[in-house]
């Protein structure tokens, strides 16, 4: 057998026990990607739709979700605010111990009113964030995070391209997880009583 095929039928045979191990193994409750050590996310010093200055710090004690997106997107952003509402809602009592930010990556149409009227439609406790460009270059640094002006028939009629994972943070305001676009509200909200309680 060539090397080449031999490495493809190990990953083949591989990815299906990385799931057994993440799946029966007590040091991975998660149903997210469990990133617990790792360095993203910094302070993420941005204002919210009210104009009133945020950092992470200001949410100890609380559990964050930290997702990225805009307004004008047309399917994969509302739908992950609607499933984060979900999740929080699942919580009971404790859902008012969970932060979500949604951080733009369209700050040229995502004004402050805007986000105002969007994000807590999905969820009255749900904050928008934005700010100029250099600090949103920063924060998209800071989580590894990719945006991209996809051009469309106009100079106003255009799409952000960006990745959609979300990234909780426990309430001692440490990241330990990275949910996938997809990630079922069940799935999200088991996951935020473990870092509420952890």
Same mark, same amino acid.
């Given at each position: ?13 591989? *990815? ?26 910094? $302070? ?47 919580? +009971? ?16 149409? #995502?004004? /402050? $009113? ?5 994000? /807590? *439609?999905?969820?009255? !406790?749900?904050?928008?964030?934005? +700010?100029?460009? $250099?600090?949103? *270059? ?13 051009? +469309? ?7 952000? #391209?960006? !990745?959609?994972?979300?990234? +909780? ?30």
């Amino acid at each position: 057998m060539r090397p080449g095929r031999r490495a493809l039928l190990w990953l083949a045979l591989a *990815a299906p026990l990385a799931g057994c191990e993440k799946l029966f193994s007590s040091k991975r409750p998660f149903n997210g990607i469990d990133v617990t050590g790792s360095n993203m996310g910094g $302070e993420l010093r941005l204002a919210d739709h009210d104009g009133k200055a945020r950092s992470l710090g200001q949410f100890r004690g609380k559990a964050v979700v930290v997702v990225f997106g805009f307004t004008h997107c047309p399917d994969v952003c509302p739908t992950a605010l609607s499933d984060l509402s979900s999740a929080v809602k699942a919580l +009971g009592p404790d859902g008012e111990r969970v932060q979500v930010l949604f951080v733009t990556v369209d700050p040229k149409r #995502d004004l /402050p $009113e805007l986000m105002r009227q969007f994000v /807590p *439609a999905f969820h009255p !406790s749900f904050l928008g964030l934005t +700010g100029d460009e $250099e600090a949103l *270059a920063k924060v998209r640094k800071d989580f590894n995070v990719y945006a991209a002006i996809r051009e +469309g028939s106009s100079p106003d009629n255009y799409s952000v #391209d960006h !990745s959609a994972q979300m990234f +909780g943070f426990d309430p001692q305001g440490r990241i330990r997880l990275v949910w996938s676009p997809g990630a079922l509200p069940k799935q999200i909200a088991d996951d935020l009583r473990v870092l509420l309680n952890s």
